[in-house]
């Protein structure tokens, strides 16, 4: 979600070329509806996902933004609000790793897509992309 | 999602001046960790909802979509996509004003955001933006 950050150009692509998911933290869990309609819509056989240095994920603790949306909301949305997972982030080559594990473990998504996942870390600084050996 | 869209361009504007959520449909319920998020670490007090013409979820029924991923999946995985909403649609400007209400009424979104968020349909073909009058 990064403002910093154009997916298509990650890999050299033009518009037409990708169809992009875009959530905070790159969190593949989070796409497990969007990769089910992209599978059965057209015929999908890569799957990158991509991470990015100075992630906002990063730079928070859940609790911490736990505390701020409850600070701000009434008391009784509280439990709502402990219910949500923000997903912040200690390591971006080791989420990346997660992520790709969860996609080849998951028995929804199709052993073509599974082999066709791979994970890469984009540098904020430099622009230039990085694959995570898994 | 859609490889036809680059969200940057929608308003003219660049790389690093918003903060950009994609999923299937453009669907906001999905994006409530990620507006969490952002409320958290930035001072956002604009949210523009865009959903565009030609959109994949209005070209497939929640049927069809679980028809298939059941289809290459073992039966004991069958519930668990029955309780994916893969969120079809029927109606491109409903959909609009149904994420602005969801947002206007959504306890754990700050006001600000609530009163800076407008709903659009940016049209594939013509490269247009238009308003939705919610």
């Given at each position: 979600?990064?403002?910093?950050?154009?997916?298509?150009?990650?890999?050299?692509?033009?518009?037409?070329?990708?169809?992009?998911?875009r959530?905070?933290?790159?969190?593949?869990?989070?796409?497990?509806?969007?990769?089910?309609?992209?599978?059965?819509?057209?015929?999908?056989?890569?799957?990158?996902?991509?991470?990015?240095?100075?992630?906002?994920?990063?730079?928070?603790?859940?609790?911490?933004?736990?505390?701020?949306?409850?600070?701000?909301?009434?008391?009784?949305?509280?439990?709502?609000?402990?219910?949500?997972?923000?997903?912040?982030?200690?390591?971006?080559?080791?989420?990346?790793?997660?992520?790709?594990?969860?996609?080849r473990a998951?028995?929804?998504?199709?052993?073509?897509?599974?082999?066709?996942?791979?994970?890469?870390?984009f540098?904020?600084?430099?622009?230039?992309?990085?694959?995570?050996?898994?």
């Amino acid at each position: 979600m990064d403002p910093r950050c154009i997916p298509e150009r990650y890999f050299n692509l033009g518009v037409g070329e990708v169809v992009v998911h875009r959530n905070a933290g790159g969190n593949v869990r989070h796409a497990l509806r969007d990769i089910g309609i992209v599978e059965e819509l057209f015929h999908v056989a890569e799957l990158a996902i991509v991470h990015h240095t100075d992630c906002g994920t990063l730079a928070f603790t859940e609790d911490q933004v736990r505390g701020g949306v409850k600070a701000r909301v009434a008391r009784e949305h509280w439990a709502d609000v402990d219910r949500i997972t923000f997903g912040a982030n200690a390591d971006l080559v080791e989420s990346v790793k997660g992520d790709v594990a969860w996609v080849r473990a998951h028995p929804l998504i199709s052993d073509r897509l599974k082999q066709g996942c791979q994970g890469f870390v984009f540098d904020i600084k430099t622009g230039e992309i990085e694959k995570v050996n898994v």
